[in-house]
């Protein structure tokens, strides 16, 4: 008797312990499920996200890219006259919301057109040529002075403006961002690459000329 009693008591035991590890195994797997869920999510692009990787030459005037700022809002195209779209600025200087002319830059003006503009591609049209239209981007290269006069000042004349993300975080503004890529002919040169850029506030009124050497905006040193 005394042996069954134990036998049973010990088996008890063994069984226990079993749903245990089971217990053990299935609440492992599921912290594990969980590490690799959160792990393989990327982070928020618009949270310590870089400016990119957009680079190439025109006329020799280099362009590396420190800095990406975006607008929405009016802006005055190649011809002169006001419309509306997104525009893009990259530079080797660090442009922000509040500055984006800089002495002895170099920089890219991208602008698409449209009432509104979402993620797509949007086709580079010679500005000089032709006037763009909703759906269609301009660009411009800018390599300027000391004093922001043109140095190097060209109109792209082919390429494509891609739009991978145009977010705007109501809830937090400084997390609002533009991201895509720039594949772009110029008559003296090509700029490529990958960009994210912050979104500032709306732009309702000059931004500066299209081209940063004629522009009248202030010229940071």
């Known amino acids: ?19 245990v590890m089971r217990s053990f ?17 990327a982070p928020s692009s618009s949270t310590n996200a870089p400016t990119g990787t957009v680079t ?12 990406a700022v975006a607008r929405y809002g009016t802006y005055f195209g190649t011809s002169g006259q006001p419309t509306r779209g997104l525009r893009i600025l990259l530079s080797d200087n660090p442009n922000s919301c509040d500055i984006t002319h800089f002495a002895s830059a170099t920089m890219l003006d991208v602008r698409v057109r449209g009432a509104s503009v979402g993620p797509g591609t949007y086709p580079i049209v010679d500005a000089v040529a032709q006037t763009p239209q909703a759906g269609q981007a301009e660009a411009d290269f800018n390599a300027v002075d000391a004093v922001c006069k043109d140095l190097v000042a060209q109109t792209g004349t082919s390429g494509n403006v891609i739009l991978k993300t145009v977010e705007i975080n109501l809830t937090t503004p400084s997390a609002s961002h533009v991201s895509g890529s720039v594949d ?11 960009f994210d850029a912050v979104l500032c506030d709306d732009e309702s009124g000059d931004a500066g000329a299209s081209n940063g050497g004629s522009s009248t905006t202030t010229c940071a040193p």
């Open 184 to 194: 772009l002919t110029f008559a003296g040169g090509h700029i490529t690459g990958d």
């Open 56 to 67: 190439g030459a025109v006329s020799s005037a280099e362009l590396k890219t420190l800095s």
């Open 25 to 41: 195994s299935i609440i492992s797997f599921v912290l594990l499920s969980a590490t690799f869920a959160f792990g393989c999510s």
């Open 1 to 19: 008797m005394l042996a069954r009693s134990f036998g049973s008591h010990l088996s008890w035991h063994v069984r226990a312990m079993e749903v």
